[in-house]
């Protein structure tokens, strides 16, 4: 009915099963993204460790805007700035590139 009320320790354990059923390095970052939801911003970087250096991510915008997120929502704007300017770096869509400026800005302004 609402994103608070989202339940994400049953969208993590469908994440877990469809991980077992293909463990792709997309399905691993979507699982990382309902870990971070379901329990803390770390726990889903920590999952991202995995697959972040992933070849068929190298390019992949979500990975590093996750980062971003998940740093900011960790509270470390510099490494999510970081990120943040990564996924800026890729080819994205202009309303990506807003969204993904206007967080940038937003780990800047302390």
């Known amino acids: ?3 608070e009320e989202t339940d994400w320790n049953a969208i993590l354990a469908h994440y877990d099963q469809l991980l077992a059923l293909k463990p792709t390095p997309v399905v691993a970052l979507n699982r990382a993204v309902a ?21 068929a991510l190298r390019d992949y915008l ?19 700035a970081h990120y943040f300017a990564r996924a800026l770096a890729l080819p994205s869509t202009l ?16």
Do not use: Y
């Not at 979500?62 to 999510?80: C, I, N, S, V």
């Not at 309303?95 to 302390?110: D, H, V, W």
């Open 35 to 55: 870990l971070a939801m379901a329990r803390a911003p770390r726990e889903g970087i920590a999952a991202l460790a995995t697959v972040e250096q992933h070849p």
């Open 1 to 3: 009915p609402s994103f």
């Open 62 to 80: 979500p990975l590093p805007a996750t980062l971003g997120e998940l740093w900011l929502r960790g509270g470390d704007r510099e490494k999510a």
């Open 95 to 110: 309303p990506e590139k807003r969204f993904l400026l206007a967080r940038l800005e937003e780990c800047r302004n302390i």
